[in-house]
């Protein structure tokens, strides 16, 4: 198989020359592996530089995404959530081979089974499998279609809005707060303004500060206020499935408490949902 040499300056250079080289090896009519290519996809209008580990290009002009991971392959079968992972990620890259195939005419087709590599038996041997990206494929075109893009976010900004860190920070500040945002606690390792918006979160006693698994069970109960009152009784509506769920789960707790008697200082609901009066984390 021809291996083309990809290097470029830049990851543009570097994406032009992938392309160049693919463009090349479909009408060479050959085995061809492209050894971290770099992939360009649109995210939400901003251009996200890609790069798998191998492309394989087919005689037939097919092509075919290969994914090396480090986790072990044992008598064929690997760790499901493990391999879901490398699938999610190799339908990015398959998604992206796309974009690249319909500049071309005509557009060679991008398969829909990915090559996953892997240890064999905790060996250094390498063992491979193929695996069916179809649904991550749909699952991740979906994603990228509802995303908003950047110029539709900047046009809802206030007028002279600016995040320049050399501002004042009561500006830099002001400038923060004008921009929505939903807080999950998983924000904490990836964003550094995830405590501003905690705080904010806490403030208004909103579920998001609770995880996204708890908010999305809630449903239209966005507060913690909504969510103790629908427990107790007091508000919501009782064919909504959340409300149902609280109030069963409430009496629940009042009989086991009323069961064994309530201890001294036992937990309520209203601490358990909070802590010093915010919602916990």
């Known amino acids: 198989a021809a291996v083309p040499d990809l290097s470029a300056a830049g990851p543009e250079g570097r994406a032009a020359r992938t392309a160049l080289a693919l463009r090349e090896a479909t009408a060479a009519g050959g085995w061809t592996l492209l050894d971290h290519p770099m992939l360009v996809l649109d995210v939400a209008g901003t251009p996200a530089f890609l790069e798998p ?94 995303l908003t893009r950047v110029e539709d976010i900047a046009a809802e900004l206030p007028e002279g809005t ?33 405590f501003h918006c905690r705080a904010r979160a806490r403030q208004a006693g909103e579920v998001t500060s609770l995880g996204r698994a708890i908010r999305g069970e809630l449903g239209g109960l966005t507060s913690i206020g909504d969510v103790l009152a629908a427990a107790r009784g007091e508000a919501g509506d009782p064919d909504d499935p959340a409300v149902a769920t ?36």
Request: glycine share 8%; charged share 25%.
């Open 53 to 146: 580990d191998a492309v394989v290009v087919h005689p037939d002009g097919g092509w075919t995404v290969v994914e090396i991971k480090s986790f072990p392959m044992i008598d064929g079968s690997a760790d499901a959530a493990k391999v879901g992972g490398a699938a999610r990620q190799s339908a990015v890259y398959a998604l992206a081979l796309e974009r690249v195939a319909a500049r071309m005419d005509p557009a060679p087709p991008v398969r829909h089974h990915v090559l996953l590599v892997c240890p064999k038996d905790f060996s250094n041997l390498p063992t491979a499998s193929a695996v069916d990206v179809r649904k991550q494929l749909s699952v991740t075109r979906r994603q990228l279609a509802r």
């Open 162 to 194: 600016t995040f320049d860190v050399r501002r004042p920070a009561a500006e830099l500040t002001a400038a923060v707060e004008s921009v929505p945002a939903t807080y999950a606690p998983e924000c904490l390792a990836a964003c550094e303004l995830a």
């Open 246 to 281: 609280l109030r069963r789960a409430a009496g629940l707790r009042r009989e086991a408490l009323a069961g064994v008697g309530s201890p001294g200082g036992g937990a309520t609901l209203q601490d358990v949902l909070t802590e010093e009066g915010q919602p916990c984390r």
